[in-house]
């Protein structure tokens, strides 16, 4: 007999938005690196955050809701602070610290997939062009607050892969690693710290 039809899934994915939008969120107001190491309440934290009281119980329950955050108590006493997880990766000061690519999204990314049905209607690109600015890495290569962002991205997107690389490739046979369009240097960093005799280079332009 097969099972009754239902539509959760569709209503889940429909909704997902909701729930990105409130970790990327967090990440921008640093929830995260505020906890760290610590349990505050939600006034507390609120109050550190500047975030309106209307807006506190709400938001941090939410990201509780999510995983995102562990909470100690029920009422305006409850104590909020990281999972494990969260002190790992959403905490900026952590060396293993991903928020840099969900900073990104949530600062550029976010507003341009919003505009996918006049991409797949037009062909013409929903980014920095539409509105009138120069293309993607001009833009970025001109704002240096922006290009710091975007490698902050990446570095975040790329870490775990890095990691991986320099784990389990056999260096062995090689005195020498270039990484040409390096950004912050992470890969010839973490290969370096696991093979003491390569000599490392990073390459990329002189903005970067």
């Known amino acids: 007999m ?9 209503l889940q994915t429909a909704f997902g938005f909701w729930n990105s939008k409130v970790l990327l969120t967090a990440v921008e107001f640093g929830v995260f690196t505020k906890l760290a190491g610590r349990r505050l309440t939600g006034a507390e934290l609120g109050a550190e955050l500047q975030l309106h009281p ?15 955050l562990d909470r100690e108590g029920d009422g305006p006493q409850a104590k909020y602070f990281n999972t494990p997880e969260g002190d790992l990766f959403l905490d900026a000061a952590s060396p293993r610290y991903v928020g840099g690519i969900l900073i990104m999204l949530n600062a550029r990314l976010f507003q ?5 049905p006049e991409a797949l209607r037009t062909g013409r690109p929903q980014n920095e062009i539409k509105h009138g600015q120069k293309g993607m890495f001009e ?9 710091e962002q975007f490698m ?11 990691e991986a690389f ?4 056999d260096f062995s046979k090689f005195q020498t690693l270039c990484d040409v369009g390096g ?3 992470l890969l010839s960093t973490e290969a370096a710290k696991r093979h003491r005799h390569l000599q490392c280079t990073s390459f990329d332009l002189p903005e970067v």
């Open 112 to 116: 341009f997939w919003n505009d996918l």
């Open 166 to 169: 320099a784990e389990k490739f």
């Open 2 to 10: 097969n099972p009754p039809l239902n539509p959760s899934s569709i």
């Open 152 to 162: 902050g991205a990446m570095t975040g997107l790329s870490r775990a892969n890095f």
């Open 54 to 68: 209307r807006a506190i119980a709400d938001f941090f329950d939410a990201l509780v809701a999510m995983k995102f």
């Open 183 to 185: 950004a912050t240097g």
């Open 139 to 147: 833009v970025l290569y001109s704002d240096l607050p922006r290009l």
